[in-house]
């Protein structure tokens, strides 16, 4: 595997960054805290996701990055032939995870599951593996020496992923276990094949029974209905009289019923034609009077016009009496007035006596007597107008008595022969109504008789008609009754046929019925036989599938003693190995001063001076974290070497931190001799001293605002 590139957007500290990775060894320098584990820790993340981060989801977003921009990683690489683009990102203020991969250009999977599943198997490794394999963590390299033999005896099976076949075994023993566990279900399952194949010899034996129980009932299920059918012959003949006989007697009592209906009919025409004539001589009586009608409405009209200009005439008088009336009070009331006056003048004066003075002027008066005698005639004046007024009225309403009398006269009153006024009669009026009501009355019975009489034609035609058809039914009941006395129909006969024809069909629904439950009980048990015949190759199936099972399960069982034998095989063979490339290493980056390292049985770590082993606490920190340096890379060599493929890539992270100016130097000698294993051989430092002696630089900074950039130098 090859890293070719990476672009980031708003990771970690990271706003922007593209970054090509060329081959060779590439020094990836920086100041502390710029980015530069991060930078490689974003190649993690890209293939695996959040769970390879160190922080939690929260902390891989830029802070001060907005909601709005997302967190963005692509990462291509390639493995063998074939180029991959992985891309990843968090989105919107809920961090949303996505993913995508493109394998040579093409999408093969759009989600953040299906990525999971691509990765995993175009790399064949969880993100654990991924940093055993390939990133040497900062810390890690001294963590190794600091361990004791049984934790480092851990970590390196697990480095040299040993883990991947306990994790094979593991798989192998549940697969067996659940193998065993299937063959002992479908072993409690199994039905005894021997049991099923007797009961099924029963069910054919009970099957052929119900079959001849059947057959011999059709046989005489045939019989019966030959005898049905003859039966059926002779009883739909006798049947076809009796309906003719039923017919011939309907249409007998038919033709009864529709004569007895037209006599009568015809009793009732006759009545009213008799009746008709009656009414004739009625018409003719009737007629004078009738024809007096319009003279008495004349008579009626005129007395009515009559009545109704004298009462406007009265009405009219009243009206003119009313308003002398009206004015006869009126003068009486001033008379009144003035009478009051002239008497309250008097009574001043008289009072006072002869020494009066005049209301008018206040002199004494003179004339006293005079004054008094003339007040005196003055009232008995004005007295005698009054009196003569009220005469006046008087009369007048008299004569509005009078009126208010003869107004009753013209309504309901009968007239004083005597008088000349009113000239219209009351009762002479109402003779004439009564007369014309009589003449009304005859008028309209004679419209009404003349239209029954117009009638009398049209009764006689319908009498002639009845008596027609009448003769004609007459004549259809004596043929019907002739009929029905020459038919051959017998009760007696058509009654025996019947019952016997119901016997033969009673007969035939007996035996048919007696097959059928024969025929149902031979189908449910061909149905229980096929269930049983199903149970038999059900059993005989599964025999076979457990057969199989079982082989399976020797061979898984043999299987997992081969892995078991092959992990002792390989952690045997590899312990030498790795002691070999790792004391090749050291001897180098020693300028041959140590002669080699060993990791004995026990995992316990050693290096050798002069000849002889000595434990790490001898020597130097800068010795022993290169010992350590040279047993990582000896781990990375035969991992690669163990899979097969081209030299891959190593991220070493930090491992400058306690060598001296001259161990930097061999140490960078060596990495550049290991080009063979690995294609790329990344080494992040923050010593600036070393930069040069790197065949490629990334160099990662920091602006003043905290936003980190990396660029290939
Ligand atoms: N989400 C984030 N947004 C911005 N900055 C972040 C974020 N997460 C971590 N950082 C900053 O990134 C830096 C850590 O980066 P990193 O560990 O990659 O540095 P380094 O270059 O490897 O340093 P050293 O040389 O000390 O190992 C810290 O300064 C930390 O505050
Ligand atoms: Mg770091």
Not at 277 to 300: C, G, M, V
Not at 505 to 517: E, F, I, V
Request: aromatic share 6%; net charge neutral.
């Amino acid at each position: 595997m090859r890293i070719s590139s990476i672009k980031l957007k708003n990771y970690r500290q990271f706003k922007e960054a593209h970054i090509e990775f060329p081959d060779g060894v590439i020094g990836l320098v920086g100041l502390n805290g710029t980015g530069k584990s991060s930078l490689v820790e974003a190649v993690a993340w890209t293939l695996f996701g959040n769970i390879a981060s160190r922080t939690d989801k929260e902390g891989i977003k830029r802070t001060g990055a907005s909601p709005a921009e997302p967190c963005e990683a692509s990462l291509e690489i390639e493995i063998g032939p074939d180029s991959y683009r992985i891309v990843r990102a968090l989105k919107g203020s809920s961090q949303t995870g996505a993913a995508s991969v493109f394998a040579n250009g093409k999408k093969i999977a759009d989600s953040v599951k299906g990525c999971e599943k691509e990765i995993a198997h175009i790399l064949d490794m969880d993100f654990k593996s991924f940093y055993t394999s390939f990133y040497a963590k900062q810390k890690e390299l001294n963590a190794l020496s600091d361990l004791n033999p049984n934790q480092r005896k851990d970590i390196i099976i697990r480095m040299l992923r040993i883990d991947a076949v306990d994790r094979a075994i593991d798989r192998i023993r549940a697969e067996s276990r659940d193998t065993k566990k299937i063959i002992e279900i479908r072993r409690a399952s199994i039905k005894d094949t021997t049991e099923l194949e007797s009961l099924k010899l029963q069910k054919e034996k009970e099957i052929e029974k119900a079959s001849a129980e059947s057959g011999s009932l059709f046989n005489k299920i045939s019989a019966a209905q030959k005898r049905e059918n003859e039966f059926k012959d002779i009883f739909s003949k006798e049947r076809k009289k009796y309906e003719d006989y039923n017919a011939q007697k309907i249409e007998l009592s038919k033709c009864q019923s529709r004569s007895s209906e037209l006599k009568k009919k015809s009793e009732e025409i006759k009545a009213l034609v008799a009746r008709i004539d009656s009414l004739e001589t009625e018409l003719k009586e009737i007629a004078p009077q009738a024809q007096s009608y319009e003279e008495w409405d004349l008579k009626d009209k005129q007395k009515e016009e009559l009545r109704k200009s004298e009462k406007d005439e009265l009405f009219k008088e009243k009206a003119e009496l009313k308003e002398k009336v009206g004015k006869l009070e009126g003068e009486r009331g001033s008379l009144e007035k003035i009478f009051k006056e002239v008497r309250s003048k008097k009574n001043v004066i008289s009072s006072s006596g002869k020494e009066s003075k005049c209301p008018t002027c206040g002199q004494l008066l003179q004339n006293f007597e005079d004054i008094i005698k003339h007040y005196d005639e003055e009232l008995e004046k004005i007295t005698a107008e009054g009196k003569a007024v009220a005469v006046k009225k008087k009369e007048i309403e008299a004569k509005l008595a009078e009126i208010d009398l003869l107004i009753e006269q013209l309504e309901r009153s009968p007239r004083k022969k005597s008088s000349k006024r009113p000239k219209y009669d009351f009762e002479e009026h109402e003779k004439i109504k009564t007369e014309k009501e009589k003449a009304k009355k005859a008028k309209d019975r004679q419209i009404e008789l003349k239209a029954k009489i117009e009638r009398k034609k049209e009764l006689e035609d319908s009498l002639d008609k009845t008596g027609e058809e009448l003769s004609s039914i007459k004549a259809k009941i004596i043929k019907a009754e002739k009929d029905l006395e020459l038919t051959d129909y017998k009760k007696e006969d058509y009654e025996k046929i019947n019952k016997e024809y119901d016997e033969a069909r009673a007969d035939l629904d007996r035996l048919k019925q007696k097959k059928n439950a024969f025929d149902i009980e031979k189908a449910s048990l061909q149905k229980e036989l096929e269930a049983i015949v199903r149970e038999i190759k059900e059993a005989q199936d599964l025999k076979k599938i457990i057969d199989k099972e079982l082989k399976d399960s020797e061979f898984l069982s043999r299987l997992e003693d081969i892995m078991i034998e092959y992990r002792t095989h390989l952690i045997s063979r590899i312990r030498p190995q790795l002691i070999e490339t790792a004391s090749y290493l050291y001897r180098e980056l020693t300028d041959g001063k140590y002669t080699g390292l060993d990791i004995d049985e026990d995992y316990n770590m050693r290096i050798f001076d002069g000849g002889y082993p000595y434990p790490l606490t001898r020597f130097s920190g800068g010795e022993a974290d290169l010992a350590n340096l040279c047993i990582r890379l000896a781990i990375s060599q035969l991992i690669s070497a163990r899979a097969g493929t081209e030299g891959g890539f190593i991220i070493l992270d930090e491992i400058f931190g306690s060598q001296d100016i001259v161990r930097k130097n061999s140490i960078m000698t060596a990495l550049n001799q290991l080009n063979k294993q690995f294609r790329q051989i990344i080494v992040i430092t923050h010593v600036d001293d070393i930069k040069d002696t790197f065949e490629h630089v990334i160099e990662v900074t920091e602006d003043e605002l905290g936003i980190s950039s990396a660029k290939l130098l």
